[in-house]
């Protein structure tokens, strides 16, 4: 069974930086591609930046370019999100999605979900 677990998450000051992962078992994780959603409370599930199988192709949401690097090792099986200069509206649920072909923004074109990790961006 594929199960992507995130770790990571926790309370950071504005300005301040994070970095997030996940793990996935139970798939031959170098043929999918990978991408990180987030949630806030009353919000629609947002796309925050996708990778491909390889790692050659990435991807991310207006609101954070230039801000969030996302990579993976597929030695690991590993996908991480670097998150720096953390604003408060960055606060939310922040998920780890899978999906067998390429990288997509839409959440519903996505196979296993992660169980989320909380990120506060608080002073």
């Known amino acids: 069974q594929v199960q992507p677990v995130e770790s990571g998450g926790g309370l950071v000051q504005p300005g301040g930086s994070l970095r997030l992962s996940c793990a996935a078992s139970g798939l031959t994780f170098s043929l999918y591609a990978m991408a990180w959603f987030r949630q806030a409370p009353g919000n629609e599930r947002e796309f925050v930046a996708g990778i491909s199988w390889s790692g050659g192709t990435t991807s991310y949401g207006n609101s954070v370019k230039g801000r969030f690097t996302i990579s993976r090792d597929n030695a690991k099986n590993t996908v991480d999100l670097q998150m720096n200069s953390l604003k408060p509206e960055d606060t939310a649920v922040y998920y780890c999605?899978?999906?067998?072909?390429?990288?997509?923004?839409?959440?519903?074109?996505?196979?296993?979900w992660g169980q989320g990790t909380q990120v506060t961006v608080s002073s």
């Open positions: 999605a899978v999906r067998r072909t390429s990288v997509s923004s839409s959440p519903a074109r996505y196979d296993y």
